[in-house]
Every structure is written in C-alpha cells, then in structure tokens.
C-alpha cells in the first residue's frame, strides 16, 4: 500500500489503526480522510470511526493533505484550510442526508431490528431521546457527539422531521463542525509550537487520548447511567 508523504509509521499495519485517525492520514490522505466524514453517517458502520480527533489532526496537516490530495498549493495556509473545510462539510451534508433517507426509508421497523456487531439498539435509543430533548437542534449538537452523530439523521428521518427544516440544520452543524475542529487544530498547532517549542506531530497520541476522552465521556455517561426507557417506534408526526 503506497503511503501518503503527509506523516511517517514506524510500525506494520494491525487492525486497531483503523481507530486510530493518524492511520488515515497516512495512508489514505485527502480522499480516505473525506470519505471517513461522510461515513460516520452515511454508513451505519461508521459510528466506530475517529471523527473529531480525525479533524483536529487534519487541521494540523491541513497543508499536507490539500498540496498531496490535489496536487496543486495555493501558497496560503489559510486557503488550504479554508477549502478543505468546504470539502468536509460537503463531505458530512452528503453523509447526513443519506442517513436521513435511510431512516425515512426504513421507518420504525429498524426499532424492531435485532442487535448485531455493529447495530446496537441502545445507540438508536439514546439518539432518539436525545432527539426529543433537543429538537431540531440534534442534528447541529449531534456532530460534536460519536455516536449520536451517526444515529441522529437516521431518527430525524425515521420521525418524518421537516426535510428543509433537517437541511438547515444539517448544513449549519456540518459548517460548526468542521470549521471548529479543522481551525482549532491548525492553529493551536502554530500557536503551541510557536510560544512554547512544543511539536504535536510528535505527541499525537496525546491529542487523540484527549480528545477521545472530552467527546466520548458525555455519550458514555448517557449510554450506561441514565436510566433506560422502553423502546419504542417513535410517531410519524412532523415537526
């Protein structure tokens, strides 16, 4: 497998590098790293994929990815980041809307579905739930959280919610997402480095940890210690 030049392993390929985001930067660049963003909800097996580390560390390699992806270098960090920022919400829009579609499409009957390796019904519970406390809202506040993010789209879809109404949101919590996780890590990267000598493309375990631990902890908290509602198909209503 033909590396990208963006960062170096030292270590042969196992499978717990498909959780670790650095994995696919290096080996997949640009377009595997778009493709994991639209996957997350696209796909309903992306709920195990790196999200905001990933985008966090693509901001630090922001020029790397866009000069190597495209081919061309507009001489402008700022460009590289500011396209690249375009790209993955275009990226996460698509996933979102086809998540949506799916669970338009199958309906409450996915309530019904028995838990799998990958389907767990409590993940579509508790995305559910936290549906009916937020509203429309989910489907911005959802892109900051695993799990919920992938199965938030599908419930917006299985409840009938309002198709312009979910595009409006979908596009602004994409445009939050992004532009937040990518900017943050482009310049914290400078900043860090250049006030306190500090090089993160050598600590980016540390990053990933972190970040892993801020996101995760709230879902974590909802998945196994509130208390737990019967499930059931939600009404048709829309909202």
Known sequence: MKKNPTVQLDKKFTWTDLINPTFYIV?????????IVFAETGLLAGFFLPGDSLLFIAGIYSYELFTHGLGINLHSDFLHLLIL???VVAAGVLGNEIGYWF?????????????GFIFK???????????EENGAGTIVIA???PIIRTFAPIVAGIVKM???KFTFYNIIGCFAWSFTMLFAGHYLYKIILDKFNFNLK?????IIIGIVIITTFPVIMK???????PIAPPGTEGL
């Not at 669970?103 to 838990?115: C, E, I, V």
Request: charged content about 30%; cysteine-free; overall charge positive.
């Open 103 to 115: 669970g338009k499409k199958s309906g409450p009957a996915l309530y019904q579905r028995k838990d």
């Open 162 to 164: 309002n198709k312009k």
């Open 27 to 35: 080996f997949g660049g640009l377009w595997l790293f778009l493709f």
């Open 202 to 206: 050598e600590h980016l375990e540390i």
């Open 121 to 131: 019904q409590k993940y579509l519970q508790k995305a559910h739930d936290f549906y």
């Open 85 to 87: 920022s375009l790209m």
């Open 223 to 229: 998945l196994f210690f509130s208390k737990k509602k």
């Open 143 to 145: 892109r900051f959280l």
